[in-house]
């Protein structure tokens, strides 16, 4: 029941460079979640953004969402050492079980 | 803060051995999860319970049970250990029903040999 797929897979970049990742979906949906993942460790939440809305912000994230193109975008500005890991996006299905993507890693070098 | 704890964070068993992982929330959720994640497939679900001794299968449930004797305990049993059971697995709970955040445990990496 994956229907979360993030793009790209694998993202560098430099330390105060934005980062923008994204997802695609396949069926309807009523909210989308990003999750983040250091490595080894368990999933946090960052960020749930409702089918009504089309931007939402968190600090430096920014998230969007494209009902009409089963599309989300993760955006994280100003990128820090602490920002690697791996991020993914969720979205529900019978109610209230998670559909993950693959996730994206991304590096944040020096 | 929501706590939700796993027994083991490393683990090495043989293959046909029985091999329980434990998780713990103390939070008074009702929902809890039992997840695998493997490179390049994500996660995928094994089984959830949305009450005590309740539980349903998930996506990927062959191979696995699972035990709720008590709301904030969750256990993944393994009656016998694979190689291909060689995965990260994550326990995740959430409030109730209707609610989306899941909370997750920091993750147990299992080594079957």
């Known amino acids: 029941s994956q229907q979360g797929e993030e793009d790209p897979q694998a993202l560098s970049i430099q330390e105060g460079e934005n980062a923008t990742m994204n997802c695609s979906y396949k069926?309807?949906?009523?909210?989308l979640q990003w999750y983040r993942q250091n490595s080894g460790r368990g999933l946090v939440h960052l960020i749930l953004?409702?089918?009504?809305?089309r931007e939402k912000h968190s600090g430096r994230l920014r998230v969007t969402l494209d009902t009409s193109k089963k599309s989300s975008s993760l955006l994280i500005t100003a990128s820090r050492a602490a920002d690697t890991a791996s991020y993914f996006c969720?979205?529900?299905?019978?109610?209230?079980?998670?559909?993950f993507g693959a996730g994206t890693t991304v590096t944040v070098r020096a | 803060d929501v706590k939700v704890t796993q027994s083991s964070r490393y683990l090495v068993k043989r293959t046909g051995e029985k091999v329980f992982l434990e998780c713990v929330q103390d939070?008074?959720?009702?929902?809890m999860f039992w997840y695998r994640q493997d490179p390049g497939l994500g996660l995928r679900l094994i089984y959830f319970?949305?009450?005590?001794?309740?539980?349903e299968k998930g996506d990927i449930p062959e191979g696995y049970s699972v035990s709720r004797e008590k709301k904030e305990r969750f256990s993944l049993i393994l009656e016998s250990a694979s190689t291909n059971q060689t995965s990260m697995y994550l326990c995740?709970?959430?409030?109730?029903?209707?609610?989306?955040?899941?909370?997750f445990g920091p993750g147990t990496r299992l080594l079957v040999l």
């Open positions: 953004i409702r089918s009504n809305e």
């Open positions: 319970s949305y009450d005590v001794k309740m539980k």
């Open positions: 069926t309807s949906i009523n909210n």
């Open positions: 995740a709970s959430s409030f109730f029903r209707g609610m989306m955040t899941q909370y």
């Open positions: 939070m008074d959720h009702e929902n």
């Open positions: 969720a979205t529900i299905y019978n109610d209230y079980k998670l559909s």
